[in-house]
């Protein structure tokens, strides 16, 4: 069986999440959705074993226990400080780095690179995610790219389609997504719990 590596893209994941709850859910689920880390982890292996994964994030200190989880399943784990006005700086270098490091070290025995994330930014010159899919594609590895449809990238989406595998999460939104009890001082509503994930859809 192929290894299979996953780059998991944290931002980009949470930021689509929110753009779909509204749609779905309505505007109050904006600040409520979150991401069920296990079952985004769980649909992005399918049962199959992990050579290596990496998910990059800049999180508050207060929530370094859901990333435990993650590095609990073997994932390694990469949050980075926030800069100024809050901005995030680093943290698609981050993953590039670990991918590109990727395609090296295994050069000769490639996997299959499962990609969490739509940003398809700089890839008319070269560099971004979707650059650095191409030239390990180009090196022999199966490429697998799990986006929300409406945050990612139109080119990458159709490259994914063409050359691997495009996995919409908007399919799967009920069990990679939940919501949280609304925060003190906003009106009452229930939590939504994520069910668990259909493999067999995948």
């Not at 944290?10 to 296990?38: C, D, K, L």
């Not at 780095?97 to 008319?124: C, E, K, Q, S, W």
């Not at 999460?169 to 259909?198: C, H, K, N």
Request: with cysteine; charged share 25%; aromatic share 10%.
């Amino acid at each position: 069986m192929d290894k299979v590596f996953i780059y998991w893209d944290n931002s980009n994941m949470f930021i689509g999440a929110q753009q779909v709850a509204v749609e779905r859910e309505g505007e109050r689920a904006r600040y409520r959705v979150r991401i069920h880390f296990g079952h985004l982890l769980d649909l992005a292996r399918v049962g199959r074993d992990i050579e290596h994964a990496t998910a990059v994030g800049s999180v508050p200190p207060e929530l370094r226990h859901v990333w435990n989880r993650l590095e609990n399943e073997g994932v390694n784990v990469h949050l980075l400080a926030r800069g100024i006005h809050g901005r995030e700086q680093g943290v698609d270098q981050a993953l590039q780095t670990v991918m590109l490091r990727d395609g090296i070290d295994y050069n000769g025995y490639p996997g299959i690179a499962v990609m969490l994330t739509g940003d398809g930014a700089g890839f008319d010159d070269g560099v971004g995610f979707h650059a650095d899919l191409e030239r390990m594609r180009r090196r022999g590895w199966g490429i697998e790219v799990l986006s929300w449809r409406h945050s990612c990238a139109r080119k990458m989406q159709e490259w994914a389609e063409t050359h691997g595998k495009f996995i919409a999460l908007d399919d799967f939104y009920d069990s990679v997504t939940f919501l949280e009890m609304p925060a003190l001082g906003q009106p009452i509503a229930e939590p939504r719990y994520a069910v668990p994930v259909d493999r067999s859809a995948r």
